[in-house]
């Protein structure tokens, strides 16, 4: 149970990529991109994790929650393309 929680704060925390099949993604990525992605990754889960141990709804006093988000990424950039698109976009 706590597995798929972490899996889906790790995931809400990390920007979507498109990759339409694994051999494209891999071979169109730089070495360093698949670093950062990683990290980004990795960074994520530990977050995940640490939110899951120190739950502070355990100690929450009133019965409505106050929520803050602050996107680490701006959601009006385009995704990424691991191949070329069948659409160009017009800029």
Known sequence: ???ADIACLALSQLRPVYIR?????????PEARLIVLKEYTETAIV?????ILQDRRQ????DVPVMFSSPR???DV???WF??????SKK
């Open 1 to 3: 149970e706590q597995l």
């Open 73 to 75: 990424f701006d959601d």
């Open 21 to 29: 099949h694994d051999i494209d993604f891999l071979s169109a990525l």
């Open 47 to 51: 977050n995940a994790v640490s939110m």
């Open 83 to 88: 191949e070329k698109p069948l659409i160009q």
């Open 59 to 62: 100690a929450r006093v009133d």
């Open 78 to 80: 385009e995704l990424e």
